[in-house]
């Protein structure tokens, strides 16, 4: 159906209300094969503008820019932009944008595994060991080997290099958890196959 003038005023007005509102996320990039078409998307909190060129190998081929805006309300229900997302981005980009335009914005699990493990290295044991329960993000952040490594360093001052053998063969976290009492039949038991290997040398 053909639009008025006033119907396509008001329309553009709502493209300009939502890609002009506070920005959450933009991605570029071209659309997958066998298409060369070139895509933005930017979300914000008022909704999800998608714009795309298209390119064209023909030269007589006149070929415009092209733009719709969805209200962040719709955006779950409309599967046309969510199959151009996906298409173009991802699954993860796609599932993304439904989590910003659903407010459930969670940042603090997408940032980078070694900064997620410098704050994590600050937190009291129990602590860590609630955060772990969180999310899988978080899961994983709290089962690194480097987190570990320093929070056994804060319970015993000093690593020898036994301890960084075993920890090798173990995992931190396994060597933290072990009472003194095995880690010293640990380390007996590393010293013991150490001489025997010596001896067959």
């Not at 396509?8 to 078409?37: H, V």
């Not at 909190?45 to 390119?55: A, D, L, S």
């Not at 994590?120 to 044991?125: D, G, K, V």
Request: positive net charge; charged residues 30%; glycine residues 4%.
């Amino acid at each position: 159906m053909e639009l008025t003038n006033e119907q396509r005023i008001e329309e553009q007005k709502r493209r300009r209300f939502i890609a002009n509102a506070w920005m959450l996320l933009e991605k570029t990039g071209q659309a997958r094969a066998p298409s060369k078409d070139y895509c933005q998307l930017l979300v914000t909190t008022e909704g999800v503008v998608w714009r795309w060129w298209r390119i064209s190998l023909r030269r007589s081929a006149v070929v415009y820019p092209g733009e719709w805006a969805v209200d962040r309300d719709d955006v779950p229900d409309d599967e046309r932009l969510l199959g151009e997302i996906e298409r173009t981005f991802g699954c993860d980009v796609k599932d993304e944008v439904l989590h910003l335009c659903a407010r459930s914005n969670d940042y603090l699990s997408k940032l980078p595994q070694k900064l997620l493990v410098k704050i994590a290295s600050y937190l009291q044991l129990e602590d860590v060991i609630a955060m772990a329960h969180c999310s899988k993000a978080f899961r994983r952040c709290c089962l690194t080997d480097s987190l570990w490594r320093n929070i056994f360093l804060q319970h015993h001052k000093q690593i020898t290099p036994e301890i960084e053998q075993l920890a090798a063969e173990h995992t931190w976290r396994k060597i933290f958890f072990t009472d003194k009492l095995r880690l010293q039949m640990l380390m007996s038991r590393q010293r013991a196959q150490g001489g025997s290997r010596m001896t067959t040398d």
